[in-house]
């Protein structure tokens, strides 16, 4: 009976030794998978540059590492967004003027024409001033009442002076100047009628429509020769160099097709420097002109033009609101079209 009790308690003892010796192992076979996958995730992260396939990471490899000091993959997700450049204030140093429908009718730089006629603003007469009492002694005048504004006289005075002064006579005469819309209609229905109104209409402005409207104007005349200024001669002096003075020859054959005025080469318009210099360079008629300084609005490239170390900027601008330098000198003048045309002088 006790031999057969310690058999059993043997048996026991052998079944849980087993049992036991499993575990055991399988938690050695556990382990040792674990370590394994271990080590391989190491030595693959280790050596994914360097091209080695051993599982144990080595120092060389360590080191190489830290001293190559290789960029990694930017991580776009943690990467700062670059700040946007600031917008540039297109009306930093500028201050805007608000003009009027009368303002764009008025200036230098007003194009009058059969086609955008001249609309006579208030008071304009009151600026005008007569030739006779402000002219130099260069030239003469056929009536005391002739007159035009003072710019004109003034620039007139250096051009005629010059001319003199070069070798010519004294001999050229003022014989129009400002003309009123009734003087104009009589001037029309006069060559219409002597010379047909076909005639009328290429060589006479409208009524509204002749530059001379304006106070800018002069037809010149030649004493010696009787007749009107013909830029020839001794008188191609006046026609090569009247841009100098601010002068450019408003009809000419070429340009009749912008004009739609026979050729008269004694009629002088006033529109300043350096736009008359601008004009004679490019070759333009000023209804040309007019419509190349649309390619300059404000908020686009301006043209520039220096002359004698005097830097002019000019710029168009549509519309009665117009910026201007919150510094230094400047002109502005309607267009008597759409708007206005902004001249700045920078000095030398």
């Known amino acids: 009976m006790a031999g057969k009790r310690v058999y059993r308690r043997h048996r026991r003892l052998k079944s849980w030794a087993k049992a036991a010796v499993l575990v055991l192992l399988l938690g050695v076979v556990v382990g040792a998978a674990l370590l394994l996958n271990s080590c391989g995730g190491k030595g693959n992260t280790t050596n994914s540059g360097s091209g080695q396939g051993s599982g144990e990471p080595s120092v060389g490899n360590i080191d190489d590492s830290t001293v190559n000091n290789s960029p990694s993959e930017p991580d776009d997700s943690q990467q700062a967004e670059e700040p946007e450049p600031p917008v540039e204030d297109p009306y930093a140093g500028y201050t805007v003027l608000t003009m009027t429908e009368d303002d764009m009718h008025r200036g230098e730089l007003i194009l009058v024409s059969n086609e955008h006629a001249y609309t006579f603003p208030e008071g304009i007469e009151d600026e005008l001033v007569t030739i006779i009492d402000h002219k130099s002694g260069s030239y003469t ?48 229905d006069r060559s219409a009628a002597r010379n047909g109104l076909e005639h009328a209409q290429r060589f006479v402005a409208q009524p509204g429509g002749s530059e001379h409207h304006t106070g800018y104007a002069v037809d010149l005349y030649s004493t010696t020769q009787g007749d009107y200024l013909e830029c020839t001669g001794e008188y191609a002096w006046i026609g090569e160099h009247c841009h100098e003075y601010g002068f450019i020859l408003r009809y000419t054959s070429e340009k009749e097709e912008y004009t739609k005025i026979g050729p008269e080469s004694w009629h002088f318009r006033y529109v300043g420097v350096p736009h008359a210099y601008i004009i004679v360079e490019n070759g333009f008629c000023y209804e040309e002109y007019v419509d190349y300084l649309r390619q300059f609005p404000f908020d686009g490239e301006h043209l520039t033009y220096t002359l004698d170390g005097t830097e002019y900027e000019i710029y168009f601008v549509e519309g009665l609101e117009v910026p201007v330098p919150e510094e230094g000198e400047y002109t502005v003048s309607g267009n008597n079209v759409d708007g206005f045309i902004v001249t700045v002088t920078k000095g030398s």
């Open 141 to 188: 005048v056929n009536l005391y009442e002739t007159m035009v504004l003072p710019v004109t006289v003034e620039h007139l005075n250096e051009l005629m002076d010059d001319y003199v002064a070069q070798g010519g006579q004294q001999d050229v005469m003022v014989v129009s100047g400002y003309r009123t819309y009734d003087f104009q209609q009589g001037l029309f």
